[in-house]
Structures are given as structure tokens and as C-alpha cells.
């Protein structure tokens, strides 16, 4: 029998759901590369490309379901890269295996989904958190340290923007109703999480337009402005048809914060500049794999009973204001 001092040593035995592009390129070699995780095993439909894509994995064992991966014996926690309409379903069906998940963002396609999840996940006593990897990247880290120690001064104006040209891709699943797809669902999410982390509380009221073009089934591109009270404001847009471009600026009343690459910098030295009265700060970052990060900070949460550094109560307030942003839109949601 293993002692509590060698089971709380003892790497995490993870197993992941699906041979989705972000799983098999960033999320699966952070935990194969982490200090305190093991990929143990994979399900997918197609076993034999699966094989061939985590290769960088030898020993991984590859299941031919996705069952079969939540009810290993040997299996603590799933990471779930599922398309947007099938995280509630396995999400829930891997936390009453007594496993714990950490899934793709967003949680969920409603709120309401989101707190059957934040249910389940009490009932069972498994750890749930969404997967917003730039939240354990050491800029944006300081950059909520500068915020809140007042660097800057009342923050009053969050602009936030995220999109890529999807156009080369008509079959791809974020342009699918049925996946729960959409530019908001898949990178305005990051812009809308931003804005909650840096002001600490979900927008009171939001204003927004998506378009949708005649022969799509999700919309393209969403604008919107989040008020906060009290004169404070969030400005976002999310678009699959702009090209690829990420930038955030936090105003503040005595200066501002510029994040050139808030949300998917790569493993490359990246910049956060501080513009103050008279004084340019230039705060450089080496180079971190944030993916890595953020497993290995799940994996001690279970190991030592750490708390979550991203609440559900964060995230369901997430999900409540993207579907503010839909019905102001006027944009159904879900699409039926």
C-alpha cells in the first residue's frame, strides 16, 4: 500500500477525450512535459490516426472510445477538447466516474448547462475548471497584480480583441450550429473573460451586434460593449473573416496597460507596456508554455487540495454574459 507522502508525489495520471487539434498540439505535450502529470491515455474513434498524432507520447494507451478512457481505473483526471455542444454531456458523465475534468473553454453552450456541470461537480466532489490557459501566463498574472495594486489607477476602459480568417476552412466545426459554434463562442470568450478578471465582477448590462452571413449558420463576427456601472466599460470583438490579430489595452485614470498578445503569445519573449504620467514601462516575460502551466496548477489542486485559481462561479458568470451579448444581438441562442 502506498503511503500519503508517496501518493501526494505521485504525477497525476491524466487521460483526454478526442484527437482535437488543441489537445493533440498544446494541451497533451503540457501534460507529457509536465513536472507533476501523466498522459496515460487517449480516446478517439479513429485509433490508428490517433496513434500517429501522439506519437510524442509512446507509452500512451489508446482506446477506441471515449468511455472507456473516463472509466480507466488507473485514469484521475480528463481533459475534454470536445466541440462546444458536447462538453455538458461528457463533462458530467466523466465527474460522476469520480474524475476530475478540466475542459475546453467555454464550459458550457447556456449558463444553464454550466450550473448542471458546477452541480455535478459538488455532487461528486471531483474538481471542474475551464480551460483559459492565458490566465496562468506570468504577463497576465502581473498584469491583474498591477490592476489591483492601483498602478493604474480606477480601471474605467477595457478594449479586447481577438480573431483569425477562417475562410480557408468552410468545414471546420466552429462554423457548425449543431457544435455550438460561433467567433464569440470560440475566441470572444477570451475578451469577455479578461474584462471579468480585471474589473472582478460580471457586466450589469451589455449592448452587441454579430453578423451572420447569408449561407453561414453561426455568426462571424461580434461586437460588443459591456458596462460595468459606474462610467466602466469593456469593448470587444471577436470575427472568424479579420485576419489574425490579438490585442487588449486596460485604461485606467492615471495610465493604461497595453497587452500586444494577451491570449496565445507561443512560446516566444513577450512585452506588457505601462503607460503612466510622463513614464513608459516596457515589462518583458520569457518565454513560458502557459498550457503547461495550467496543467501542472490543476494537477496540484488535486494532489494538495489547492483552491481552483478559476472559480465556476467565474465561469458561469462568463457564460451569463455570452448570452446577454447573443440576445441583444438578437441572435438565437442556443441554435436549435
Known amino acids: 500500500m502506498q503511503s500519503n507522502e508517496t501518493v501526494l508525489h505521485a504525477p497525476v495520471r491524466w487521460g483526454v477525450l478526442s484527437a482535437a487539434n488543441i489537445g493533440v498540439k498544446r494541451v497533451a505535450p503540457a501534460i507529457h512535459s509536465s513536472s507533476n502529470g501523466r498522459l496515460v491515455a487517449v480516446g478517439s474513434r479513429n485509433p490508428i490516426r490517433a496513434r500517429e498524432l501522439f506519437a510524442f507520447a509512446p507509452d500512451v494507451h489508446i482506446y477506441e472510445d471515449y468511455d472507456s478512457v473516463i472509466n480507466d481505473p488507473e485514469i484521475e483526471a480528463i481533459y475534454i477538447p470536445l466541440p462546444n455542444s458536447l462538453h455538458a454531456e461528457w463533462t458530467i458523465k466523466t465527474l460522476k466516474a469520480g ?107 451589455v449592448g452587441a451586434r454579430v453578423y451572420t452571413p447569408a449561407e453561414g449558420e453561426v455568426e462571424r463576427y461580434a461586437s460588443t460593449v459591456l458596462d460595468f456601472d459606474e462610467g466602466c466599460f469593456g469593448l470587444i470583438d471577436s470575427s472568424f473573416e479579420l485576419p489574425t490579430r490579438q490585442v487588449a489595452e486596460i485604461i485606467g485614470e492615471n495610465g493604461m496597460i497595453t497587452i500586444p498578445l494577451p491570449f496565445t503569445p507561443g512560446h ?69
Not at 142 to 169: T, Y
Open 268 to 336: 516566444i519573449e513577450t512585452m506588457v507596456i505601462l503607460a503612466l504620467e510622463g513614464q513608459t514601462i516596457q515589462q518583458r516575460f520569457a518565454p513560458v508554455d502557459q498550457y503547461r502551466l495550467e496543467v501542472e496548477h490543476f494537477a496540484n489542486c488535486i494532489r494538495f487540495g489547492h483552491q481552483l485559481y478559476l472559480s465556476l462561479e467565474e465561469t458561469i458568470e462568463n457564460l451569463v454574459t455570452i448570452e446577454a451579448i447573443y440576445q441583444s444581438a438578437s441572435y438565437p441562442w442556443p441554435i436549435k
Open 99 to 205: 474524475k476530475h475534468v478540466l475542459c475546453e473553454k467555454p464550459l458550457a453552450v447556456t449558463a444553464e448547462q454550466g450550473l448542471i456541470m458546477a452541480q455535478a461537480a459538488r455532487d461528486t466532489g471531483m474538481l471542474l475548471m475551464e480551460a483559459f490557459m492565458y490566465r496562468f501566463h506570468p504577463q497576465t498574472v502581473w498584469v491583474l497584480e498591477q490592476v489591483a495594486a492601483g498602478r493604474i489607477g480606477e480601471v474605467k476602459l477595457i478594449r479586447a480583441s481577438f480573431s483569425f480568417n477562417i475562410g480557408s476552412r468552410p468545414h471546420d466545426i466552429r462554423l457548425q450550429a449543431a457544435l455550438a459554434g460561433g467567433s464569440l463562442m470560440d475566441v470572444g470568450c477570451y475578451p469577455i473573460n479578461l474584462c471579468r478578471a480585471v474589473y472582478g465582477y460580471a457586466p450589469v448590462a
